[in-house]
């Protein structure tokens, strides 16, 4: 069965700092990859997906993600974050045949930036 | 991507009674997914709602409790029945976009049940 690890349950970092936001994945299949934010008292934004092709993927607002399947890993990077980056952040994994729309998602990394 | 509404947007509820939530997209979809998040956790998959069939409930999730209605390709509907505290969670839809299996997700409706 498919799982999704979020090791880290709050993040907080300075204005302009770089963050990674760690995802682990176990699958017995190959998988497709994605994040998502989510803002206070809002529905859910995808930031980026890993479909196949690149294992280096670039997002919305800055973000990029790469997919390593040898640590079955898609851990989500910013160079330099915003106030306005302030949100909770979940990845997500399905199985990676088309059509398979089953999302597994994982428990979510608050993200905090600090002025 | 896809433009997704729900109503509502937050409710509160008394023991014992039903909430039916409306989803509405701006464009016909096949996939229509219904997702809870309760307080502090993860996003759990509810059921999938395919036009002209029945729902699809995922396990621990049946159709007394969580009825689901797709009556065309731009709506659907979730009733959370026989409502419990327990109950009291984000509900969210979500519907496959463009770009063959990614979800796009609306704005979650805030259930509280008192």
């Known amino acids: 069965a498919q799982s999704v690890t979020q090791l880290d349950s709050q993040v907080p970092v300075f204005e302009e700092a770089p963050v990674e936001l760690r995802c682990n994945y176990s699958s017995s299949v190959s998988v497709y990859l994605f994040w998502y934010v989510q803002y206070p008292n809002q529905g859910l934004q995808l930031l980026l997906k890993?479909?196949?092709?690149?294992?280096l993927v670039k997002g919305i607002n800055g973000f990029e993600a790469e997919f390593n399947k040898s640590q079955t890993s898609f851990h989500l990077r910013k160079p330099s974050v915003h106030i306005s980056d302030t949100a909770e952040y979940f990845c997500a994994v399905s199985e990676g045949t088309s059509g398979t729309y089953k999302y597994i998602f994982g428990t979510g990394t608050r993200l905090k930036v600090l002025a | 991507s896809a433009v997704i509404s729900q109503k509502p947007s937050r409710d509160i509820c008394q023991r014992g009674t039903s909430l039916t939530i409306q989803c509405q997209v701006d464009s016909q979809v096949t996939m229509m997914f219904w997702y809870r998040q309760q307080p502090g956790q993860s996003l759990t998959l509810i059921a999938t709602a395919n036009q002209g069939s029945e729902a699809t409930y995922e396990s621990g999730f049946v159709i007394d409790k969580f009825p689901i209605s797709r009556p065309n390709l731009t709506f659907s509907t979730l009733t959370v029945s026989n409502m419990s505290p327990e109950d009291s969670s984000i509900y969210l839809c979500?519907?496959?976009?463009?770009?063959?299996?990614?979800?796009?997700f609306g704005p979650g409706t805030r259930l509280t049940v008192l």
């Open positions: 979500s519907v496959e976009g463009a770009v063959t299996d990614t979800q796009y």
């Open positions: 890993y479909l196949s092709g690149s294992t």
